[in-house]
């Protein structure tokens, strides 16, 4: 089988009918920034080997992240939060993933109701099977989530948390105006729903509007993951909880499962890069390849109907009318793209629309994406 790589050599040869494998675009990674990426961290990793003793900083369980990790952590959200939390506030894991877990697990509970938008990140179905709770889907439009759809869903079915990702959402690129996030918590907090909000998706773009935890922190768990902006492996991810004392209840050993504790290496490299400003530099480095990147999907595309921004990993894009959805996937798979059918993020039932969702950041190259790209405006326009 071939590797990325050896894909990426034959692409640039052009060498003439090589039979290259479809680009990946399913998933929406952050493009790769080696340039940066590399730089940033390798000098953040030598700075921590010569500043710590390995022992000391790997040797030793780390339940809470240390309190300078954690401190870190109250500083990076301030790319969203206007003021610092409280470090008690905030949890460092290894993953929203996990994280999701152990909120879902501890605040919705076995046949509980966890409200979620009606099409959303798909891990979604597979925590709510696992952990024997209850997914109800609330409508959307182009901005995201529709009040009135999820007071009706309050009212019908109770739910004790609703999961969310108001800016840039997964899968349909929807940012939710000031005043439905308003409406929304006014809603949540009216019947006694507690908001866990993924912004993931948020450090890309500049100017949007605040979170919701900004305008409810008393009732919202604020996860903000690295893996979208920094690097899918990295992964730490931080939560801040409406009160200090959440953390303990919810979390610490002795009284919660232990699964979600982040690798001291890792959260030693994420504090580093936080107060360093390498971070910032390696989050810029993807803001402007996925412009580039953004650009590209808009010139080769163009005619078709589609909907995502500059800085967002992917695209939801409708598909012809004349066409069904599995054959255009398949089709696109057969030109050279392997996509999404709506189909994959509808996990609360309803109806899928005539759309797939494809991510450009998966790609290694510009030229890998230009063959992905092409190959969609292949099955597209033909
Ligand atoms: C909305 C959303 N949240 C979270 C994740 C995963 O985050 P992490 O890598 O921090 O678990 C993804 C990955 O696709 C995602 O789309």
């Given at each position: 089988m071939k590797t990325a790589l050896q894909t990426t050599q034959i692409d640039s040869k052009k060498e003439p009918g090589a039979l290259l494998a479809p680009?990946?675009?399913?998933?929406?990674?952050?493009?790769?920034?080696?340039?940066?990426?590399?730089?940033?961290?390798?000098?953040?990793?030598?700075?921590?080997?010569?500043?710590r003793q390995p022992m000391d900083w790997i040797g030793l369980h780390q339940f809470l992240g240390s309190r300078e990790d954690r401190e870190a952590g109250a500083k990076f959200v301030?790319?969203?939060?206007?003021?610092?939390p409280d470090p008690d506030r905030v949890v460092l894991s290894h993953s929203t993933q996990a994280i999701l877990t152990v909120l879902c697990g501890a605040l919705v509970g076995m046949n509980g109701v966890l409200a979620v938008e009606e099409l959303t990140y798909p891990a979604m179905a597979k925590f709510a099977k696992q952990m024997g709770f209850n997914l109800v889907g609330v409508k959307l439009d182009e901005h995201g989530m529709l009040p009135d759809a999820f007071e009706k869903v309050c009212k019908e079915h109770k739910p004790r948390a609703l999961y969310t990702l108001p800016t840039l959402q997964n899968p349909t690129t929807g940012i939710l105006g000031l005043e439905r996030r308003k409406n929304i918590v006014a809603i949540a907090r009216k019947h006694g729903v507690v908001i866990f909000e993924d912004d993931i998706y948020s450090l890309l773009p500049e100017?949007?509007?605040?979170?919701?935890?900004?305008?409810?922190?008393?009732?919202?768990?604020?996860?903000?993951?690295?893996?979208?902006?920094?690097?899918?492996?990295?992964?730490a991810a931080y939560l801040v909880t409406p009160r200090e004392t959440d953390p303990a209840r919810l979390f610490w050993p002795g009284s919660g499962m232990t699964y979600w504790m982040i690798a001291p290496a890792n959260a030693g490299v994420a504090t580093e890069l936080i107060h360093n400003g390498g971070a910032d530099r390696i989050i810029s480095a993807v803001r402007d390849e996925t412009r580039a990147r953004q650009k590209m999907v808009r010139e080769t595309l163009e005619g078709a109907c589609f909907r995502t921004s500059p800085e967002c990993l992917h695209v939801w894009m409708e598909v012809p009318a004349n066409r069904g959805l599995s054959d255009f996937v398949e089709d696109c798979k057969r030109r050279g793209a392997e996509v999404g059918p709506a189909t994959t993020f509808l996990i609360a039932g309803g109806e899928a629309p005539h759309r797939i969702r494809f991510g450009t950041g998966k790609a290694r190259d510009r030229t890998m994406l230009q063959r992905g790209l092409d190959a969609i405006a292949g099955a597209c326009f033909s």
């Open positions: 680009v990946p675009m399913t998933g929406n990674l952050p493009p790769r920034v080696a340039d940066t990426f590399d730089h940033e961290y390798r000098g953040a990793m030598q700075s921590l080997l010569e500043t301030t790319r969203r939060l206007s003021m610092s100017d949007m509007p605040p979170p919701l935890a900004e305008l409810a922190p008393d009732i919202t768990y604020y996860i903000l993951g690295t893996s979208k902006s920094i690097g899918a492996g990295l992964k």
